[in-house]
C-alpha cells in the first residue's frame, strides 16, 4: 500500500511540475534564471579577462554554449545572435540586454525544437 501511495504521489509531483513548467509564471520564472545565469557568465568573464571586448566575450559565451546543444547547432544560434548584431563592436549590447536576447532566442529554439512552435 505505501508503495503505490509513493508512486501516486510522484505521479502527481510531476504533473504538477510539468504544468507548473508550461505555465506563464514557470515560463518567465526559468528566462530570468536563464538570464542570470547568462549574465553571471558574462560577468566573470568580464572579471577574469578585463580587456576582452564585449563582443568578444559573447561570441566566445555563445559558442560554448552551442557546443552543449545539437538544438542550438541545427537551428543556426550564432547566426541568429550574429544577425542581431552581438559579434559586432559597433553594435554588441550591453550585457543586460544581451543576456535577454540570448535567452529568448534560446527559448524559442527550443520551443522549435520541441515541436511546440512553427
Known amino acids: 500500500m ?4 509513493t508512486l501516486l504521489a510522484v505521479i502527481a509531483a ?9 505555465s ?8 530570468k534564471k536563464s538570464v542570470a545565469t547568462i549574465l553571471n557568465c558574462v560577468t566573470a568573464i568580464q572579471r577574469s579577462a578585463p580587456q576582452t571586448p564585449l563582443h568578444e566575450i559573447y561570441y ?17 544560434y550564432l547566426y541568429a545572435l550574429r544577425d542581431a548584431g552581438c559579434f559586432d563592436p559597433r553594435t554588441a ?4 540586454q544581451f543576456a535577454e536576447l540570448m535567452a529568448s532566442v534560446e527559448e524559442k529554439i527550443r520551443l522549435h525544437a520541441s515541436g511546440v512552435a512553427k
Not at 566566445?60 to 543556426?76: C, I, M, N, P
Open 60 to 76: 566566445s559565451l555563445a559558442e560554448e554554449r552551442t557546443k552543449k546543444s545539437k538544438w542550438l547547432v541545427d537551428f543556426d
Open 2 to 5: 505505501e508503495v503505490l501511495f
Open 14 to 22: 510531476g504533473a504538477i511540475m510539468v504544468f507548473f513548467m508550461n
Open 93 to 96: 549590447p550591453q550585457p543586460e
Open 24 to 31: 506563464r509564471v514557470g515560463m518567465q520564472l526559468v528566462h
